[in-house]
């Protein structure tokens, strides 16, 4: 059972490059999120999805895209790059979206921009 | 909209102390509260949750969280750690009844314990 899966697990950019982040859960999750971890600020929301085809914003959306086509994937993208986006990334995923039930994480994805 | 604190943010002890990391949230209602636990280099995994019922609730790996309600508080104890147990610590919260876009992390506590 592979759970909540990220790749790639680290990549360099370019400021004003962009790039996907692809995460993928084979649990059947109706609620998927994408986190980024910064040093003494722990997690915050970029966006999540409630199911396929329903998308909003979280706490700190600006300069991320996303899209949810099936209920696996959703992937996170980044429009161009800028420094202020080096973190870590993480992808959740929820069997509901009323936060009765814990996330499961993916393994993280570590992106610098330069 | 909710916040919550942890208060220690690196915490040093030595194999077989006890630990005690504390977690205090702000919101009135009903919560769901979860200790999510980073080891280094991996991704967070869920030490323990409270939902409702008993506020003791005992977790994985020998860990246990009490829900104190008047205090709004939901600390993290272990009786003896290990130098296994080095890693990072979140509190979280989300409200019950409520949606899971607003689980809200603690900024981490970095536990390291000197073997």
């Known amino acids: 059972n592979a759970g909540v899966t990220q790749t790639p697990k680290f990549q360099v950019l370019k400021t004003g490059q962009s790039m996907t982040l692809q995460c993928a859960q084979d649990?059947?999750?109706?609620?998927m999120s994408w986190y980024r971890q910064d040093p003494g600020m722990g997690l915050r929301l970029i966006h999540y999805?409630?199911?396929?085809?329903?998308?909003d914003q979280g706490e700190v959306p600006n300069g991320y895209n996303v899209s949810r086509s099936t209920t696996e994937d959703f992937p996170l993208r980044l429009l161009s790059a800028a420094p202020s986006q080096t973190s870590v990334y993480f992808c959740?995923?929820?069997?509901?979206?009323?936060?009765?039930?814990?996330?499961?994480f993916g393994d993280g994805t570590r992106l610098s921009i330069l | 909209a909710q916040s919550v604190s942890q208060h220690n943010h690196h915490v040093i002890l030595s194999e077989a102390a006890s630990l005690e990391l504390g977690c205090n949230y702000s919101?009135?209602?009903?919560?769901?509260l979860f200790w999510y636990v980073q080891y280094p280099g991996q991704h967070l995994q869920l030490l323990l949750k409270?939902?409702?019922?008993?506020?003791l609730v005992k977790g994985i790996k020998g860990f246990e969280a009490e829900f104190i309600k008047s205090k709004f508080s939901f600390n993290l104890r272990k009786p003896s750690v290990q130098w296994s147990d080095t890693a990072e610590y979140f509190c979280?919260?989300?409200?019950?009844?409520?949606?899971?876009?607003?689980?809200?992390f603690g900024s981490g506590t970095q536990l390291t314990v000197l073997p």
């Open positions: 409270y939902f409702s019922g008993d506020p």
């Open positions: 979280a919260v989300n409200p019950g009844g409520g949606s899971a876009r607003q689980l809200t």
């Open positions: 999805s409630v199911g396929a085809g329903i998308t």
């Open positions: 649990m059947n999750h109706e609620y």
């Open positions: 959740a995923s929820s069997p509901d979206s009323l936060g009765n039930q814990p996330q499961h």
């Open positions: 919101y009135g209602g009903t919560v769901n």
